[in-house]
């Protein structure tokens, strides 16, 4: 008696096994059709609000090599005729990664702002209110010295805002060095 009940407990914790690794295989072959996938559109979401913050562009190199850039600039696009730099930018905001694009003009100015990755819940209408005066804020500004900073998110603000000057800096020091 004892014989059987082990056989038919061994026997549900095989079964179980193979489904699991069954399972498991078949989620793997799903993320390796889907990941370039997903990884296509995300990287076109990206490339799509650069003519977004540099609304008059007429075009966009092909990215720029990075040498001295800060952690937070990923990818950096030159303006093909010349009205300056639109960037991807990337900061740790303590719970999260905030991810953005900035464009900066030729004169050092930001002509616009977009959220890449979104650190608030979709349909919070306060919060969008909040976040479009965050990035109006900073539109048409040299510096970060103005720009607000949300109340109830103040790490993620701070972490924009930082970000944002080391994208400032950045484009002065492409323009300086060309």
């Known amino acids: 008696m004892m014989e059987k009940k082990t056989l038919s407990l061994m026997k549900g914790a095989v079964v179980l096994t193979v489904i699991c690794m069954v399972a498991a295989i078949l989620l793997g072959v799903v993320n390796r059709f889907a990941a370039p996938v997903i990884e296509k559109a995300e990287n076109e979401k990206k490339l799509a609000t650069l003519s977004v913050v540099l609304p008059d562009a007429k075009g966009f190199s ?63 209408k306060g ?11 900073y539109k048409g500004q040299s510096d970060t010295e103005n720009g607000v900073i949300i109340s109830g998110a103040t790490k993620s603000s701070n972490a924009m805002k930082a970000a944002i000057a080391d994208a400032l800096d950045y484009a002065k020091q492409l323009k300086e060095g060309k």
């Open 62 to 124: 092909d990215p720029l090599e990075l040498e001295g850039a800060p952690a937070t600039v990923k990818t950096v696009y030159e303006e093909t005729s010349g009205l300056g730099y639109a960037m991807l930018c990337e900061t740790e905001t303590g719970f999260d990664t905030l991810a953005f694009s900035i464009g900066i003009t030729a004169d050092g100015k930001i002509a616009g702002l977009a959220l890449t990755s979104v650190f608030y819940s979709a349909g919070d």
């Open 127 to 137: 919060k969008e209110a909040a976040i479009e005066n965050l990035i109006d804020s």
